[in-house]
């Protein structure tokens, strides 16, 4: 679609320097001169493509299906990734053992965001924050709700919180949020290697 | 020039569609292979390089995942080119060239099953005139095809010869996706899928990926008994709108063997990346080659072809020939872009 | 140990903003191309192959757009070459230009930087929903927020560190022609009471979504001395490097990552220098959130582990400090994401050779160029200097 009736663009100042554009004779092009310039050129496309989770994102989907996390343990270091994603990033190897999670975890940090970046947000400001699932060696990023915005901090302890049971599906949508679980703060020195 | 040699090498089984696995879980077993086989430790490359596309994956910034394949941790000197395989490798040759890396890991894959390949390849033209129009790489491969034709460059005969002699080539191939073909007579009678190519002119949809490891000089001799030396290597484009172009011949081919050094000596084996049957005639005649010089004993693309993967695949099949001692000399073939508008070509030697 | 010498005999940019509506796409990388050419007083004739870095295709909708730009740079006949390594990407298009001239392959390389993301939305072109991917709620900002608090709790930095050097970078754009954003009327004030988006990252601390190319005329050491010989002095290149460490390893330490550190340590033992903080006359480091500021001045070692806000509040960072950081206005002035790291690597060198204008540092002898990308995991740096190496 050729779209000749936006508004002028705002002239470009272009600064003063070394350049200059090539001598083009424009003479065939004279009568165009009285036309209305061509501003953008619109042309939609649409793809549709299939994903493939993979083995490890298919493990560890089909458990949250059934509301449990599980990650998989790097064979070199011992360190528990969530979510996993087959190969461990130190070792350049396969992870092939799963790892029962907890379902509660720990704030590491995390920001407030004042604008609505999910498209739906419940509240502004809302909470956005790293989150260390309990068994596991690296934080994910997690909605923090049910406790004001200026409370949070890191070492604070959470629960998940989720969709019905009727709800669940293969997906990371089946936690709608996390927050806090009344357990006392973790020291903050405790959170340092996950950051 | 400092001597560079392929000294190992690993590839996937190809298939029609890598349904189990992700882009980093195909790979990985690829680069594990190739890394053993190499004799260099896993963390002891001096540079690595990789290549790929996020449009043939369907999302941004794909190839960050597939990193988690070469453990870069500690952190590695690392790039990434959005283009075949056979480019990340001529980056590593450059960095070796400069001194500053004596080995070199390099990898490639594509995943072509998520999307509908001809449809995402149309998204590489011009986006003012050709892209709204969405030609499909069939399509834009069938207008070249008609005008080799129309030149005497080749025919639909010549071209149900070559499907013929590819696909049964493959069955020696333990990596190869199509293995067998009817008779080019039979083939002959098929539909035309764009006239005037069949199905059988065209190579297969393939998900799969590639490995090598290059070293250069006497860390190479040391890693391997008969290295696969990179005598002469050079990549070239061709314009992009098919109306500027002969599409009959290639110009980009030409240039690039000539500065490759391709008939500085007798060639054996040629691996070409030929996505239809007809680019194998435009390509042995831009090249030079003899009539005697066996094209793709490996079956060619035409037999496997999983995009970003398959032209480096090409160095593959040349140099696990020389590592085996079976051939000398060989010319290797890449190509990027629609109606090989991209080329780049390399020499390969065994020593002795 | 490289065998020749590289130089940069040429730099050109297009004046950067949020909708280049004027040009069309190759029409956006002749601009860039035709200054540089112009600067290095030679014609696409005289180029031996071109080097093209950019962040995903998604941002204009094309599949390696370069393919279709052939005609348009003169590339018919000539090796094209596209690098794609996430936001730090023309650095690393650079760094693989300078190779092909530093290995002997070719004596003059046009490589170009270039993003036009005024084609289509940037938050879509960066993050599509994957279904099953996990979903990060707060956008590019809210990935990096959790890592700048965390450095502020582990330095004890004053809050308004942030503020000062959005308020340096955006006045320093001032005084370059080229930049997006010239906010004539920003003050401390402004800067700090502009809408808090990401706590602690405040609106004014954020780097814009912009159009824009640039392009960098790299010769040997012949073109080096040709171009010193008639009075255009080049920049000659003293290190190259460039570092990647995975995007999600446990135990990696994001707010000032290894990967960082070992890319400053490798460009800085090439270039023969031992103390960045005198050594360096001028850095332009990759700032697209206003307290990477601090973060990188430790990071790159120019300052102790929990100091580097000192820098910037003692005004050392500024263009009268004795260790200038942005002049150009840096990222958060301008960000075609493709064409960043390039910028902050031509800009060092517009620096060494006298020839930054307004925003010139006076005697600045020795510059670094910075830009990171990914998950702050990729790393690119140079260094350039006046002097040959």
């Known amino acids: 679609m050729t779209d000749t009736t936006s508004s002028q663009p705002a002239p470009i100042e272009i600064p003063e320097g070394v350049w200059s554009q090539p001598a083009v004779n424009m003479s065939a092009v004279a009568d165009l001169e009285s036309v209305e310039a061509v501003r953008s050129v619109r042309a939609f496309a649409s793809m549709t493509y299939d994903y493939t989770p993979g083995l490890a994102t298919t493990r560890f989907l ?58 739906n947000a419940q509240e502004i400001p809302y909470v956005s924050a790293l989150i260390l699932v309990d068994g596991s060696d690296i934080p994910i990023y997690g909605l923090v709700r049910e406790i004001p915005y200026n409370e949070v901090q890191p070492g604070l302890r959470l629960k998940s919180v989720w969709v019905e049971d009727s709800e669940l599906t293969t997906s990371f949508e089946n936690i709608k949020w996390w927050a806090p679980n009344g357990e006392p703060d973790v020291p903050a020195s405790d959170l340092a290697d996950y950051i | 020039m400092r001597d560079v040699a392929i000294i190992a090498t690993a590839q996937t089984k190809h298939v029609r569609a890598a349904t189990a696995t ?7 077993p ?103 129009l969405w030609p499909s790489s069939v399509d834009i491969a069938a207008l070249q095809a008609r005008a080799a034709i129309q030149a005497g460059v080749t025919s639909e005969q010549a071209m149900a010869d070559i499907a013929y002699r590819s696909r049964t080539s493959a069955a020696a191939n333990p990596f190869a996706q199509l293995t067998s073909s009817a008779q080019p007579s039979a083939l002959m009678d098929e539909e035309y899928l764009a006239d005037p190519l069949r199905r059988h002119d065209c190579a297969p949809i393939t998900d799969g990926g590639v490995a090598i490891v290059l070293a250069a000089g006497d860390k190479a001799r040391s890693l391997c008994s008969r290295p696969a030396w990179i005598r002469g290597i050079d990549h070239r484009a061709d314009g992009h709108h098919l109306n500027f172009r002969d599409l009959t011949t290639s110009p980009s081919v030409s240039i ?35 009539d005697d010089v066996e094209v793709n004993p490996s079956g060619g693309p035409l037999a496997a072809n999983p995009m970003m993967a398959a032209g480096l695949i090409r160095m593959v099949e040349v140099a696990n020939r020389i590592h085996s001692g079976e051939v000398s000399r060989g010319v290797a073939h890449a190509t990027g872009g629609h109606a090989l508008q991209h080329n780049l070509i390399a020499v390969l030697e065994g020593e002795g | 140990m490289g065998a020749e010498r590289v130089a940069v005999v040429g730099v050109g940019q297009t004046k950067y903003t949020a909708v280049r509506g004027d040009v069309s796409l190759p029409g956006l990388l002749r601009e860039a191309t035709f200054r540089a050419l112009e600067d290095a007083q030679m014609t696409l004739a005289d180029i031996d192959a071109i080097v093209i870095g950019k962040a995903p295709d998604f941002f204009e909708g094309i599949m390696v757009p370069e393919y279709s730009f052939v005609e348009a740079l003169g590339a018919v006949g000539k090796p094209i070459f596209r690098v794609h390594t996430a936001g730090s990407v023309s650095g ?72 000062l050097v959005a308020l340096k970078d ?102 023969g220098i031992t103390n960045p903080r005198e050594q360096i006359d001028v850095v332009e480091m990759y700032v697209p959130f206003s307290w990477y500021e601090p973060m990188w001045l430790e990071n790159l070692g120019f300052a102790e582990e929990g100091t580097g806000w000192q820098l910037t509040h003692d005004g050392v960072t500024a263009m009268d400090g004795d260790l200038p950081v942005n002049c150009s206005g840096g990222v958060l002035s301008t960000n075609p994401i493709g064409a960043s790291g390039m910028i902050r690597f031509g800009e060092a060198a517009l620096q060494v050779r006298g020839m930054a204008g307004e925003h010139q540092i006076d005697g600045a002898r020795t510059a670094l160029g910075h830009a990171y990308g990914g998950a702050a995991q990729f790393y690119a740096m140079w260094v350039v200097g006046a002097d040959k190496p």
């Open chain 1, 62 to 119: 089909r458990a949250i299906k059934e509301k449990r996390l599980v990650g998989e343990r790097c064979s070199e270091t011992g360190k528990v990734y969530i979510p996993p994603r087959g190969v461990s990033p130190v070792s350049g190897l396969p992870t092939t053992e799963q790892v029962e999670l907890g379902l509660d975890g720990t704030v590491v940090s995390f920001c407030v965001v004042n604008l609505d970046f999910t498209g």
């Open chain 2, 22 to 28: 992700n882009e980093v879980e195909m790979i990985q």
């Open chain 2, 30 to 132: 690829v680069i594990q292979e190739v890394i053993e086989r190499s004799g260099v430790d896993r963390h002891g490359f001096d540079f690595t390089c990789s290549g790929s596309s996020d449009y043939l994956a369907g999302q941004p910034f794909s190839f960050v995942m597939t990193l988690d394949a070469v453990a870069a941790w500690p952190p590695i000197s690392e790039s990434h080119v959005e283009m075949d395989g056979a480019w990340a490798l001529y980056e590593a040759w450059v960095k070796i060239q400069t001194g500053h890396a004596d080995t070199a890991l390099v990898y490639s894959y594509g995943k072509s099953s998520p999307g509908d390949l001809p449809r995402v390849l149309s998204r590489m033209t011009d986006p003012y005139y050709e892209a709204p």
């Open chain 2, 256 to 290: 690039a063997a000539e500065k490759a050094g391709v008939a500085n000596g007798p060639i054996e084996i040629a691996e070409l990346h030929t996505c239809f049957t007809h680019h194998e005639p435009i390509l042995r005649s831009a090249l030079g080659l003899g």
């Open chain 3, 92 to 163: 690393s298009t650079a760094i693989v230009a300078s190779g092909l001239i530093e290995s002997g392959v070719h004596e003059r390389v046009l490589t170009i930087g270039w993003e036009m993301q005024s084609c289509s939305e940037a938050m879509w072109a960066l993050s599509f929903n994957m279904p099953f991917q996990q979903q990060l709620v707060a956008g590019a900002g809210g990935y990096f927020a959790p890592y700048i608090r965390q450095y502020i709790a582990r330095s004890n930095a004053p809050d308004d560190t942030g503020v």
């Open chain 3, 170 to 271: 955006r006045q320093n754009a001032l005084k370059n022609p080229y930049a997006h954003l010239h906010e004539h009327d920003i003050s401390y004030e402004s800067v700090k009471e502009s809408l808090m988006l990401w706590d602690p990252i405040r609106y004014s601390e954020t780097c814009p979504s912009s159009d824009g190319a640039i392009a960098l005329v790299l010769t040997n050491e012949a073109g080096g001395d040709a171009a010193a010989a008639e009075g255009r002095p080049p920049a000659w290149v003293h290190g190259t490097s460039f570092r990647s460490e995975p995007a999600m390893a446990a135990g990696r330490d994001q707010v000032s990552p290894q990967a960082g550190k070992d890319c400053a340590a490798d460009v800085f033992r090439q270039a």
